[in-house]
Nanobody, 115 residues
């Protein structure tokens, strides 16, 4: 059974950095295109970054140049390096396939950017 577990969130000051991790257990991970998503309070969930099986990446305009998505197929891990964080990056961050599989939404990891 496939399960995605996110970690690495926390409280950080504006301009700071965080690295999120996602472990994809029980899947043929290397065949999956993956993405990081986020949901801020009162807003719809949005796609932040994607990485496909050829390691090609795409980013939402709001995070381009600040966030970097990567993957390690041997460890079944997806990462999101977030630099120059802004208060508007505050949200719960989730990983999932791209496009997402409903049954794989996990608890996410909270990122709060505040002074």
């Amino acid at each position: 059974q496939v399960q995605l577990v996110e970690s690495g969130g926390g409280l950080v000051q504006p301009g700071g950095s965080l690295r999120l991790s996602c472990l994809a257990s029980g899947s043929a991970f290397r065949f999956d295109s993956m993405g990081w998503y986020r949901q801020a309070p009162g807003k719809q969930r949005e796609l932040v970054a994607t990485i496909n099986t050829a390691y090609s990446t795409n980013y939402a305009d709001s995070v381009k140049g600040r966030f970097t998505i990567s993957r390690d197929n041997t460890k079944k891990m997806v990462y999101l390096q977030m630099n120059s964080l802004k208060p508007e990056d505050t949200a719960v961050y989730y990983c999932n396939r791209n496009p997402p599989t409903y049954a794989l939404w996990g608890q996410g990891t909270q990122v709060t950017v505040s002074s």
